[in-house]
C-alpha cells in the first residue's frame, strides 16, 4: 500500500474539526479526524506528515506512530500529536479496509455485545471557536437556548433536562456546575455561597431521577487541591459515579493526596498523553477510572496500549468524547475489545446536529448502549456534500 495523497477537510459547521482523508494507490480512502485547533493541525499535515507519509512503503499504524514521533513536545498533547492521532485513525481504518473486518474483529474480538453511554451535556455549540476551556468557548446562545442545548439546560433547567435523559433511555449525565466559581477565583477556593450554588444542580437532578442515574461532575482541571478537595467532599452524599479532573492531571502527588482524603471516585485522562502520561497515577493509586481521549493521546495505536496499562492495575477504561464522529466509533472499536471498557462518553447535542450532517456510518445506540458497527475500518464515512475547506498535498 502506497499513500498517493493526503487531504484535509475542515467543515464550515465545525471550525475546530480538521478531517484527514489519505487516499491510496488501490483506491481506497482511510478517514481521521483531530479536533481543536483544526486549522494549525492542517497546517502541521501538510508541512510536516505528508512527506513521512507520501514517501512510505507499505505504512503501517505503528511504523507510522513511531516515524511521526516529534522530538519536542511528545510530552504534550500539542499540535503534532493531535495531528498524529488523525493520521493514527486514518490509518486503522484502511487496515481495517483491506482485512475486510471492523476494528473490533481486529482488535481480538468484542469482549461485550455492547457497552452503557452517558450524556456529556453539552449544546451544539460547545467549544467550537477556540481551544479555550472556559465559559466564554461554551457556545450557549445569548437568546433562547436550541433543542439539544443541555449545557444550558443543567444551569438552568437541571431536573427538567434529567428527566428528558431518563425518559429517552439515557440513565447516565455528566455535567460542570462548578466552573463558573473557578473561574472567578483562579480554583484557589471556593466560597460557601457557589459551593451551594454548584451544589443545588446535583440536588436537583437525584430529587427528580434519583440515584440510578449515573451523575458524573467535571471539574476540567481547574482547582487546585484546596478547592478541590472541599467540592469532593461536599459530593460525597450526591454518589457521582465519578468526579472528573478534579485537578490538572500531571499533578501526580497532588492528585494522590486528594484520592486519600476524599470518598468519590477520581476520573482523568483525557488531556493525558500516552502510557509513559498514565503510569504514575496509576503506580500511585491516583485514578479510578481511566478517560483516555483516543485522538489526543496520538491515537488507537496508543489508546490501546493505555487500556492495556490500566487493565494491569485493575483500573476500568472510559474513553473521552467531545472530539467528533470518527473519535468516538475508534472509541467503541476500542473499549468493545478492551477486558476494562466501562462506559462510552456520547454528546446528544453533537450526535443529533454537526456528528449527523458530516458523517454516516456512527455506531448506534439502543436502549443507552452503543456497538461498533460491522463495517470494515470504524465504519464512519464523510458525507460528499459536506461545505468545507479542502486542501491536498500529493506524489511528485
Keep these: 500500500m502506497r499513500i498517493t495523497a493526503v487531504e484535509t477537510v475542515r467543515p464550515s459547521i465545525q471550525p475546530n474539526l480538521v478531517f484527514v482523508l489519505l487516499h491510496t494507490d488501490d483506491g481506497r480512502t482511510g478517514l481521521g479526524e483531530a479536533f481543536f485547533g483544526g486549522r494549525t493541525v492542517e497546517s502541521y499535515l501538510h508541512e510536516s506528515a505528508a512527506e513521512v507519509l507520501l514517501g512510505a512503503l507499505d505504512p503501517t499504524p505503528e511504523s507510522m506512530a513511531r516515524a511521526l514521533a516529534s522530538y519536542t513536545g511528545f510530552a504534550g498533547a500539542g499540535v503534532e500529536t493531535r495531528g498524529n492521532g488523525a493520521i493514527d485513525l486514518a490509518l486503522w481504518d484502511l487496515v481495517g479496509q ?33 481551544t479555550r476551556q472556559r465559559s466564554d468557548n461554551w457556545g450557549v446562545p445569548a437568546t433562547t437556548p436550541a433543542r439539544w442545548d443541555d449545557l444550558d439546560a443543567f444551569l438552568n433547567r437541571p431536573a427538567a433536562l434529567a428527566r428528558d435523559l431518563w425518559d429517552e433511555g439515557i440513565t447516565g449525565m455528566k455535567v460542570w456546575p462548578f466552573d463558573h466559581a473557578a473561574e472567578a477565583i483562579g480554583g484557589t477556593d471556593i466560597s460557601p455561597a457557589e459551593l451551594s450554588r454548584g451544589l443545588a444542580v446535583l440536588e436537583a437532578i437525584r430529587e427528580e431521577v434519583g440515584f440510578d442515574m449515573k451523575l458524573m461532575v467535571e471539574l476540567h482541571g481547574l482547582w487546585n487541591r484546596r478547592g478541590a478537595t472541599a467540592i469532593l467532599q461536599a459530593l460525597t452524599e450526591y ?30 485522562g483525557e488531556t493525558l ?81 454537526w456528528y449527523a450532517e ?17 463495517v470494515p475500518g470504524h465504519g464512519v464515512r464523510l458525507k460528499p456534500d459536506v461545505n468545507a475547506e479542502r486542501r491536498v498535498s500529493k506524489l511528485p
Design 98 to 130: 483491506e482485512a475486510g473486518l471492523p476494528l473490533v474483529r481486529l482488535f481480538g474480538g468484542p469482549v461485550q455485545e455492547s457497552l452503557p453511554t452517558y450524556n456529556t451535556c453539552a449544546g451544539p455549540g460547545y467549544i467550537s471557536t477556540s
Design 239 to 268: 454518589q457521582p459515579y465519578w468526579v472528573e479532573d478534579p485537578m490538572r492531571p500531571d499533578a501526580v502527588d497532588a492528585l494522590a493526596a486528594l484520592k486519600r482524603d476524599v470518598d468519590v471516585p477520581i476520573a482523568t
Design 273 to 353: 498523553v500516552g502510557r509513559r502520561g498514565f503510569l504514575p497515577l496509576l503506580e500511585r493509586g491516583a485514578v479510578d477510572v481511566v478517560t483516555v481521549d483516543v485522538q489526543w493521546t496520538g491515537g488507537l495505536t496508543e489508546a490501546r496500549k493505555v487500556a492495556a496499562l490500566a487493565d494491569t492495575y485493575g483500573v476500568p477504561v472510559a474513553p473521552h468524547d467531545c472530539t467528533g464522529p470518527a473519535t468516538l466509533a475508534a472509541c467503541v472499536h476500542l473499549i468493545q475489545s478492551a477486558p476494562n471498557g466501562l462506559i462510552q462518553e456520547t454528546v446528544r447535542a453533537f450526535l443529533r446536529t
Design 358 to 374: 458530516l458523517v454516516d456510518g456512527l455506531p448506534p445506540i439502543v436502549d443507552g448502549r452503543i456497538a461498533a458497527t460491522e
